[in-house]
């Protein structure tokens, strides 16, 4: 398995401090802030995106539908 | 007899989302083929009477289209409650509301989620009432919109779809930890992805508590089958 690379990121102090709480109060679950920070972070990334993802042509068909249907 | 009326709930999504309180004991799809728009007051309308009202209301006055009780099968039961039912009970209020933000949307005058914000009051509020009325009728038909409301915008996002599944799973779940009745748990039309949106389909969704041995039943067919189970409760 290759070795994880890393980079320097910068955080407010007070966040930091805030998750050095959050550390001692998982009881173990996890190890460090980097740790913590690094769970979090995969998690925003995981979720699947809310953009917009149609076309001008699709948004009008629907527009034509929800008309034909009486919503709009 | 409890009836859980479910606007745009999809027989693939619920097996997708393997909710098994939906599913119940039997479960299938509508035949929804006789008609040529799926349009929800047709739909739930042509539920109530056993019979297509697909000619007799217009698309243009259709949310205010209602029928008198003596045209449905409420007229088997003694005591009813009726919840935001589509041509009989509709809360216009509500309803005009999610339109018109509906219409803003594409105007680009509100944001999707302020529209999904509103959605989600209306159907919390059809819930606390639902849950009221609970035991205390011999129907209590409850319909929810939200499949329908958010679908409508969000059908092509997953985590949305599956949140509303979700719900809808919770409270099918909690009405059949709360009552020893026949449930009906049935769905005007089904739904598909459009890009984002999604748009109806002829995917219609029914399930019961107990064997009835349908097959592909047309939406109109659960008028006498209603009628059947009150009959058979009635006699037993």
Redesign the interface.
Known sequence: MPKKEYVNIRIPKSIYEKIEEEVRASQGEFKSVEDYVEFVLNEILKEEPEETVYTPEEEEEIKRRLRSLGYL | MIILALDALDVRMVEKYGCRSLMQVEYGQTDLSEFE?????VLWASFLTGRNMEAEIP??T??EFTLKPEETFLKFFETYKALDVPAFSLKQENHKRE?VL??KY?DDEVSVEEYDETVWRNHEENKREFFEALGRFDLVMGYFDLADAIG?LSF?????MEAVYRELEGIAKEVKSSVDDVILVISDHGMKP????G??TKNGFYSFNRRVGLNLPKITEFFNIIRRLVQVERSG
């Open positions: 728009l799926e349009r929800t007051v698309v243009e259709q949310w339109r509906l219409k594409f409508h092509g996002i997953p985590a949305k459009v890009g984002r949106y748009d109806h």
